[in-house]
């Protein structure tokens, strides 16, 4: 399967405390981007780092791409309970825009 | 700014039925894209349309189709509908999808085959 790899498939922490969630891809990359769903809802766009970067912020999420390991990390800081949602990585082909999906991560936060 | 908006919500067929699901992409986008999140497979993309041409397709059998027009708008058209194609059917649109931008999502249809 050419489907990216997400590891936990499941994360349960408690507020305040850091998340971390982990992917792995096949094929040579032009970017990678993160999403949250919200109970089987639309996916919202968290954060996209292309393949010449090596990391990025935005607010509480950091991101970090490994290209030689084909990884890449999502780290949410002091979560909240209003984190609690699935988070998948997309990655797009150098041959093309379609987006290729992570299995996903669910991240349940307890207040 | 409106984002990317779909209809219907929910959907019910019967096998061996047609479905048509409709997407609106964010204004000034050209680029609308079709995944399908079945229970168990993950998101799969589906198709790409770009300029009111399809570009891209994924590993689907032909009775997805759909169509992409002059207003960028686009519509999927699911024929001789199986069971397993119950699924949140997610559209998203983005700039010119050659320069790989971020792609926005819509909230999706549900669709049950019974």
């Known amino acids: 399967s050419q489907q990216g790899e997400e590891d936990p498939q499941a994360l349960s922490i408690q507020e305040g405390e850091n998340a971390t969630m982990n992917c792995s891809y096949k094929t040579s990359i032009n970017n990678l981007q993160w999403y949250r769903q919200n109970s089987g809802r639309g996916l919202v766009h968290l954060i996209l780092?292309?393949?010449?970067?090596r990391e990025k912020h935005s607010g509480r999420l950091r991101v970090t791409l490994d290209t030689s390991k084909k990884s890449s990390s999502l780290l949410i800081t002091a979560s909240r309970a209003a984190d609690t949602a699935s988070y998948f990585c997309a990655y797009g082909e150098t041959s093309g825009s379609r987006l290729t999906f992570g299995e996903g991560t669910q991240l349940t936060v307890n207040p | 700014e409106a984002g990317v908006t779909q209809s219907p919500t929910h959907l019910i067929k019967t096998r061996g039925q047609q479905a048509t699901l409709r997407c609106s992409p964010i204004?000034?986008?050209?680029?609308v894209y079709w995944y399908q999140q079945a229970l168990g497979l993950g998101l799969q993309f589906l198709l790409w349309?770009?300029?009111?041409?399809?570009?891209n397709r994924g590993n689907f059998p032909p009775r997805f189709s759909g169509r992409q027009f002059p207003n960028y708008s686009s519509e999927l058209n699911v024929n001789a509908l199986e069971l397993e194609d119950s699924a949140l059917y997610l559209c998203a649109s983005s700039l010119a999808g050659y320069r790989e931008e971020t792609q926005y999502f819509g909230p999706g249809t549900r669709l049950l085959v019974l």
């Open positions: 204004s000034g986008h050209t680029s």
């Open positions: 349309y770009d300029e009111g041409e399809e570009r």
């Open positions: 780092i292309r393949s010449n970067e």
